[in-house]
């Protein structure tokens, strides 16, 4: 359905990312994995585009007692960002384009010597009908929450900061364990497999050590804080799908 000037867009990013859920080996089509934590394993490939490190990112992961709605939500609402998000400064909302999408301005923290990196995106969160089904597990359900950069005239960028460009993607699927004794479903029920996709373009010089020695740093370290940031806050929650 088209609701806002970048429906197009946005249908078409997310028809994309949905065929990651085909489950395809990671570790086939030149994925290098560079973390293993747990269910977490983030996998990167070596990108250069006109000079600058565009490195693909992906990581696989799969946490217990939260659903993909809760997970995805929390990913989205801009009004929790601070409590999750430690690498970005400056955080505004520039327009609310419907009840689940927004177009978000943000500076990251600056990375010696590289100059400081700002973003301008779509967010949008959206259910995933019909999802493609993989091997036997049935998912009760499939959420998306698609950043892509877009330009925005009321954006009042930072001085000095260099335009980075973003695709993310996180994928979010909810499968159950219904209890034995035909009880009610509780948390201890829940699992939810997560795929998250970044290709971020710097914008403009950084040297490829640093950034890739920071990418290796910092996306185990935000997947593994988002995580534990969403089981905490739903714990005593009723479940959200
Ligand atoms: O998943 S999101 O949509 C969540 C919304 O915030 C998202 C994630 C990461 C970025 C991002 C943008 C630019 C850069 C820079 C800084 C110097 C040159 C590139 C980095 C660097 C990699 C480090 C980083 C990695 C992971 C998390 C935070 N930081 C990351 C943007 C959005």
């Known amino acids: 359905k088209v609701t806002h000037e970048h429906s197009e867009a946005l ?17 086939a089509n ?57 690498t970005v400064d400056v955080f505004d909302v520039l327009e609310t384009l419907d009840e689940a999408t927004t177009i978000n301005y943000q500076t990251h923290k600056q990375v010696w010597p590289a100059a400081q990196r700002d973003c301008l995106y779509l967010s949008s969160m959206v259910k995933v009908d019909n999802p493609p089904s993989v091997g036997d597990k049935i998912p009760h359900d499939t959420w998306i929450v698609c ?12 001085s000095g900061c260099v335009r980075a460009l973003i695709e993310v993607a996180l994928i979010c ?14 948390r201890d029920c829940l699992q939810c497999d997560i795929i998250y996709v970044a290709n971020v373009n ?30 905490q806050k739903t714990k005593d929650l009723k479940l959200l799908f």
């Not at 249908?11 to 570790?27: F, G, T, V, W």
């Not at 585009?49 to 990913?75: N, R, W």
């Not at 997947?223 to 969403?230: A, C, G, I, P």
């Open 202 to 231: 710097p914008g403009g010089w950084a040297p490829a050590s640093v950034l890739r020695s920071i990418y290796k740093r910092e996306y185990p370290k935000f997947l593994n804080r988002f995580t534990n940031y969403v089981q």
């Open 30 to 86: 030149g994925w290098e994995q560079i973390t293993e934590d747990g269910e977490m394993k983030v996998y990167r490939k070596e990108l250069v585009q006109d000079g600058l490190i565009c490195d693909p990112l992906k990581a696989v992961h799969s946490v217990g007692l939260v659903t993909a709605k809760e997970m995805c939500h929390y990913f989205w609402f801009p009004d929790v960002r601070r409590d999750w998000e430690e």
């Open 11 to 27: 249908n078409q990013r997310i028809k994309e990312h949905l065929a990651l859920l085909d489950h395809s080996d990671p570790d």
């Open 147 to 158: 950043n892509f950069s877009v330009d925005h005239p009321e954006a009042n960028p930072v």
């Open 173 to 186: 699927q909810t499968f159950i364990t219904l209890p034995k004794d035909g009880g009610p479903i509780t």
